[in-house]
């Protein structure tokens, strides 16, 4: 554990500052709980000077008369402990001096960490270096749909382990790379873009986080993955260096995601994991190029729909399923003929307005039972859905791939909070079961038949 005083800077103590000099780190080496001879409960904690010195002044200096409440032997056995730039401190003395503490996990004498919360040993490490590149893989949060493009990371946990997943962030004063070697001069501060907030202590750092989905194979729907809720996270995007996250995982494949909050926040970051049990790390390479963009269709026909729609306060503007006036969102009806087997379905949800003026949004999609709705059932709306495409995000366009059986469905869109007014279309792409015609008369080239739209006003 490290922590700062607030009294050190450029070695220079300034009038009213304590001796411990402003801005400067020391290290707890050791913590006491203890009885005084009057019986008093006491914590004492041990204090290491990194610059070799002691500089406490305090009634627990040598020859202090903190020293005289405490039994002779117990006095004794811990003056006699002390090394070159240690001293003792009082519980309310070391709170009173100091204002920032780092807790850090401990490190063994083979150099492995161990867990502050089961002491147990994380022996197995990897890590991967990564970058968030601006208008490519600078997705931001998840309330943005560009979510996905961020940089990815495969997870293979081969035994129940206890995991610490760490996120560091390289600052944008230190143009240099992992081992040290200077990449660029260091952009002054007038020409580097606002990072936190203005006189913020993380000012040169962007605010970043984790978040870990588990899969069941490498071959995964990427977006059905992160539509759904991660198994572990960090509480938030935080300003600071490195941001970290702790979980018990069980054996299987896990998809690691860092990000910035804001999309097209462009920064270099390391990415490493510590683990009790034996894991591989590795970087979810982009396609190849021949491969289809993003947005493009499997090969095959398509049918594509598109339902438009409005949300109006009062009306139809109903809000996400927080609340009670959701039923009255806009319900649309889908319908999976019979075939060979389920169908794949792409549904998109695009609202029309500018990006400043955007919405957050989402759709849910409800399974009408075979037979329809017995009379006094209740509301499709009110009953739990097939498919989501949530948490609501700020974005002109959210979307949903799934595979359908034969049956019929509702695709309810919404806003967030109820009565946000706005226009928008529901887009379904199914892709048609039907094989391509080989044609006779030119040579075996495939005939491709061109998909229709079909427009619906609501």
């Known amino acids: 554990m490290s922590f700062c005083s607030s009294g050190w800077e450029e070695h220079v103590w300034r009038e009213g500052t304590s001796e411990l000099g402003e801005f400067h780190a020391f290290i707890i080496s050791d913590v006491r709980e203890l009885c005084s001879s009057s019986g008093r409960e006491m914590l004492l904690l041990r204090i290491l000077n990194p610059w070799g010195r002691r500089c406490w002044q305090g009634p627990w200096r040598e020859g202090g008369e903190g020293w005289s409440q405490l039994d002779p032997a117990d006095a004794s056995e811990l003056s006699s402990q002390l090394q070159e730039g240690e001293f003792w401190v009082e519980e309310e003395e070391f709170i009173r001096e100091f204002d920032e503490i780092t807790i850090s996990y401990p490190i063994t004498k083979e150099g492995h960490l161990q867990s502050l919360y089961t002491a147990t040993v994380l022996r197995h490490t990897q890590k991967q270096p990564g970058a968030w590149v601006k208008g490519q893989s600078a997705g931001g949060c998840r309330n943005n749909s560009s979510f996905p493009s961020n940089p990815k990371f495969w ?49 040169d750092y962007q605010a970043v986080g984790l978040h870990v989905w588990k899969v069941e194979k490498k071959r995964v729907n990427l977006l ?26 069980s054996p299987g494949y896990y998809l690691v995601v860092p990000s910035t909050f804001l999309k097209d926040a462009a920064g270099h970051f390391l990415l490493r994991v510590f683990s009790s049990g034996r894991i591989s790390l590795s970087e979810v390479k982009a396609a190849p190029s021949s491969a289809a963009a993003p947005g493009d269709f499997a090969a095959g026909e398509w049918e594509t729909v598109q339902l438009r729609g409005c949300w109006r306060r009062g009306q139809t503007a109903g809000g996400s399923r927080n609340f009670l006036s959701y039923p009255s969102n806009p319900c649309f009806p889908l319908s999976v003929p019979l075939g060979t087997g389920p169908r794949s379905i792409r549904v998109t949800l695009r609202q029309h307005c500018r990006d400043s003026e955007c919405h957050p949004i989402g759709f849910h999609i409800f399974q009408v039972p075979e037979g329809g709705w017995p009379r006094g059932a209740p509301s499709l709306l009110c009953l739990e859905p097939l498919l989501s495409c949530v948490p609501h995000r700020y974005a002109q366009e959210v979307s949903q791939i799934c595979r359908l059986s034969a049956g019929e469905y509702r695709i309810v869109p919404s806003t967030y909070l109820p009565d946000a007014e706005g226009d928008f279309t529901v887009i379904v792409a199914t892709q048609i079961d039907r094989r391509p015609i080989r044609s006779q008369e030119t040579l075996g080239q495939l005939l491709q038949e061109v998909s229709f739209t079909a427009v619906m006003k609501r």
Do not use: N
């Open 224 to 249: 059905g993955v992160l539509s759904a809720p991660p198994v572990a996270g960090t509480a938030c995007h935080a300003y600071d260096r490195e941001v970290h996250m702790r979980c018990a995982l």
């Open 155 to 203: 997870l293979r946990v081969l035994e129940p382990s206890e995991v610490c997943i760490a996120l560091l962030q390289r600052p944008r004063v230190c143009q240099a790379d992992w081992a040290g070697r200077i990449l660029a001069p260091a952009p002054s501060r007038e020409s580097r873009p606002a990072l936190s907030p203005p006189g913020f202590p993380g000012k």
